[in-house]
């Protein structure tokens, strides 16, 4: 059977997750890229085989002639934001099992999933958008409010604004760095910010439980600390649900965003319709101890998923990122350490960033030196594992 896989870089999700999933399956895996040789390179002493194939996989149409010009199809799939409505029109042109390609626009588009979600009545959150080039003067928004690019992703130029004066100037500055993007502009929802992980096959959906996140001070959302959680409470869950059925969502993996605000409602800040990035996904298929990328690539074969999963619920797990904290170059750092294993905790430590590398100060995800995750049988022992690993170690950058 053949597997196409869409792709932009070579992620860990790829590269650790899917690709070996799909060996383990015994699927034929065509990888389609518009970032060849960097695929090529990340493959080079991988114990599983994909043919890597040059192609604009931002463009729906090119990926249709590509498969149409090579082998058969027998699944479409991929993990990327950016290529989830592209992927689900390709698998509904082949006849493939896929998801809605208007569910995919309504999670990829964050006013349309706010216009949506408002239709239906489930959730009313004050949104509106800015064209590129266009200024917020008219905008009446309450403060503080968010400001975002529509389409944006890893909180990048996601920042909380404070008055009309500070609007102006972050509206200006954000437009200088992506000329052609739309912003959105929307009431801030304050709450603990959580995640929902879900999996379906279009009929049949599991929730694998959640993550409860840390993030840095405003006016910036880096995602500093996830810990996780193997139930929300059920009201918590059915709200939730209800906002995914309503928006289309239930093929495959999907990382929901939400924050839970005092009176106990659940408020969506996003929905990433893909498996949790930045290695979650990794350290989720550990403490679930499921063969979790197999039964998402199975979902996209067209397979149905089995009644109950028999997910583990009694492991928990903290997942850290080490962030820089000034611009520079990467000086010192520790290499990878890929699921040691002591005293019943599991832990995986991967850089992010290269050594001698030179970065400027981000304030968002970008500035993730490496990612540090432990699982273990209660949450003392991995948080202490987490703790104990970066104290032991250094991360130096050098102005």
């Known amino acids: 059977m053949r597997l196409y896989l869409l792709a932009l870089n070579p992620t860990d999700s790829v590269t650790r997750g899917f690709l070996p999933a799909a060996a383990r399956l015994g699927l034929d895996v065509t990888v389609l890229t518009d970032h060849v040789e960097d695929h090529r390179r990340a493959y080079a002493d991988a114990e599983f085989e994909a043919e890597v194939m040059d192609c604009d996989v931002q463009d729906f149409r090119e990926v249709i002639g590509a498969i149409s010009q090579h082998h058969a199809p027998d699944a479409v799939f991929s993990n990327s934001d950016h290529l989830q409505t592209q992927t689900a029109l390709v698998a509904e042109y082949f006849g493939l099992a896929g998801k809605d390609w208007k569910a995919a626009l309504r999670a990829k588009n964050k006013g349309e999933l706010r216009r949506h979600l408002a239709e239906t009545g489930l959730d009313r959150v004050w949104s509106a958008e800015l064209a590129p080039g266009q200024d917020a003067g008219a905008l009446t928004p309450p403060f503080p409010c968010i400001l975002k690019p529509r389409e944006g992703v890893a909180s990048e130029d996601v920042t909380l604004v404070a008055d009309s004066a500070e609007?102006?100037?972050?509206?200006?500055?954000?437009?200088?760095?992506?000329?052609?993007?739309?912003?959105?502009?929307?009431?801030?929802?304050?709450?603990?910010?959580?995640?929902?992980?879900?999996?379906?096959?279009?009929?049949?959906?599991?929730?694998?439980?959640?993550?409860?996140?840390?993030?840095?001070?405003?006016?910036?959302?880096?995602?500093?600390?996830?810990?996780?959680?193997?139930?929300?409470?059920?009201?918590?869950?059915?709200?939730?649900?209800?906002?995914?059925?309503?928006?289309?969502?239930?093929?495959?993996?999907?990382?929901?965003?939400?924050?839970?605000?005092?009176?106990?409602?659940?408020?969506?800040?996003?929905?990433?319709?893909?498996?949790?990035?930045?290695?979650?996904?990794?350290?989720?298929?550990?403490?679930?101890?499921?063969?979790?990328?197999?039964?998402?690539?199975?979902?996209?074969?067209?397979?149905?998923?089995?009644?109950?999963?028999?997910?583990?619920?009694?492991?928990?797990?903290?997942?850290?990122?080490?962030?820089?904290?000034?611009?520079?170059?990467?000086?010192?750092?520790?290499?990878?350490?890929?699921?040691?294993?002591?005293?019943?905790?599991?832990?995986?430590?991967?850089?992010?960033?290269?050594?001698?590398?030179?970065?400027?100060?981000?304030?968002?995800?970008?500035?993730?030196?490496?990612?540090?995750?432990?699982?273990?049988?209660?949450?003392?022992?991995?948080?202490?594992?987490?703790?104990?690993?970066?104290?032991?170690?250094?991360?130096?950058?050098?102005?």
């Not at 959640?210 to 910036?220: A, E, K, M, N, V």
């Not at 924050?259 to 550990?286: H, K, P, S």
């Open 167 to 399: 609007l102006a100037l972050r509206v200006k500055e954000i437009q200088q760095r992506r000329p052609g993007a739309t912003l959105v502009v929307e009431e801030f929802l304050a709450g603990e910010l959580c995640t929902l992980e879900t999996l379906g096959d279009g009929l049949t959906r599991h929730v694998l439980g959640g993550f409860r996140t840390r993030l840095s001070l405003p006016p910036d959302f880096i995602e500093e600390v996830l810990t996780f959680t193997p139930a929300h409470p059920e009201p918590v869950v059915d709200q939730l649900l209800a906002q995914l059925d309503a928006l289309g969502v239930g093929l495959g993996a999907c990382h929901t965003e939400f924050v839970l605000q005092a009176d106990g409602r659940a408020r969506i800040i996003e929905v990433n319709y893909r498996a949790i990035g930045d290695q979650c996904d990794l350290m989720l298929a550990e403490i679930l101890d499921l063969p979790y990328f197999e039964l998402v690539l199975r979902a996209h074969l067209g397979e149905a998923l089995p009644a109950g999963l028999g997910a583990r619920t009694d492991r928990r797990a903290r997942h850290e990122r080490v962030c820089a904290d000034r611009a520079g170059v990467l000086t010192a750092a520790p290499g990878p350490l890929l699921e040691g294993r002591a005293d019943g905790v599991v832990l995986s430590y991967r850089p992010v960033r290269e050594l001698g590398a030179r970065h400027e100060l981000y304030r968002t995800n970008r500035d993730y030196l490496g990612i540090v995750w432990a699982v273990g049988p209660d949450q003392g022992a991995v948080d202490a594992a987490v703790a104990e690993f970066i104290a032991a170690n250094r991360w130096e950058i050098t102005p």
